[in-house]
């Protein structure tokens, strides 16, 4: 019989997150804990309970834009740019309210690598409009603070668009008119979605 050899059909080989370089645009949810931050208020309640305000805590939403950089093989340079709104809040009580209110602006670089799944960087972020508010029985409470640089650093494991890390944030908040300097350092977990414009 007859022996007859067969080509076998590849399919297209797999094109890695971001290949070609170019734009992303997304954004990133993020829970941040207080790490050596310092107390900005103390809460005392009608069942004699205290809270303590701290400068760390708070949940940040993000949006903005990246790029990523060398397209060839799995070693890639990503750079991100970002907006958002970070914010916490007290225990909720029948007569009185607390906002804090931060607007972080970040500008972050990371090496990132394809085959192994994790970027790693950091970079800075500006914190403007700054504030920490009450209402109803908190209402003597209202602070500002100036605007303020902080420090971050970053880990993550990454797939494709999507990135779920560690991140540590080094920030000293002053208020207004006050020599007096506070901690506002935290350590956060981050989860974020960037869609690469490049992407097929």
Do not use: W
């Not at 902080?150 to 890390?165: K, M, P, Q, T, W």
């Amino acid at each position: 019989m007859a022996r007859q050899q067969l080509a076998r059909k590849r399919g297209a080989p797999v094109k890695a997150y971001g290949e070609g370089g170019g734009l992303e645009a997304g954004g990133s949810l993020i829970g941040d804990f207080n790490a050596g931050a310092d107390k900005l208020a103390t809460l005392e309640f009608t069942d004699s309970s205290t809270q303590e305000i701290k400068g760390g805590n708070g949940v940040i939403f993000a949006g903005g834009v990246g790029a990523l950089f060398f397209n060839k093989g799995s070693h890639r340079l990503e750079t991100l740019l970002t907006i958002g709104l970070k914010y916490s809040t007290m225990q909720p009580t029948t007569n009185a309210d607390l906002s804090f209110v931060r607007v972080p602006v970040e500008l972050l670089g990371f090496y990132r690598n394809e085959a192994l799944h994790f970027r790693v960087g950091g970079g800075a972020a500006s914190y403007f409009g700054s504030s920490l508010s009450g209402s109803g029985a908190a209402s003597g409470l209202h602070v500002a603070f100036k605007p303020a640089l902080a420090g971050i650093v970053e880990a993550d494991f990454v797939s494709g668009g999507f990135s779920l890390g560690l991140r540590y944030t080094r920030l000293t908040l002053t208020p207004s008119g006050s020599n007096i300097s506070v901690a506002a350092n935290s350590l956060g977990v981050g989860l974020s979605y960037f869609y690469h414009f490049g992407a097929k």
